[in-house]
């Protein structure tokens, strides 16, 4: 299990995510910059492919976007592992 980081090793940061700013804490800057940079890819294409422009409905259907997309490469991930597994 990561261990957790105290209030000291987190540096605050601000991200805007299509259109608002976010003032958040993170141990890792440079990571959630290229979290922030897929969130707001996925919620610009979702805005640019509906008619709804209702943010919390695109940001839902992003989410949705982006968990299918975690959950097919955990899918191939395991079939992966299984496959290694076999060959030992």
Known sequence: MPEEKTASEMKR??????????????????????IVQMVNFHMKSIAQNTR????????????????????QLKKDYDELLALLNENK
């Open 13 to 34: 940061v601000s991200v805007e995510i299509f259109g608002d700013v976010y003032h958040l804490k993170t141990d890792d800057p440079e990571g959630l910059e290229k």
């Open 52 to 71: 709804t422009f209702a943010g919390s409905r695109i940001a839902v259907m992003a989410a949705l976007q982006i968990a299918q997309d975690y959950m």
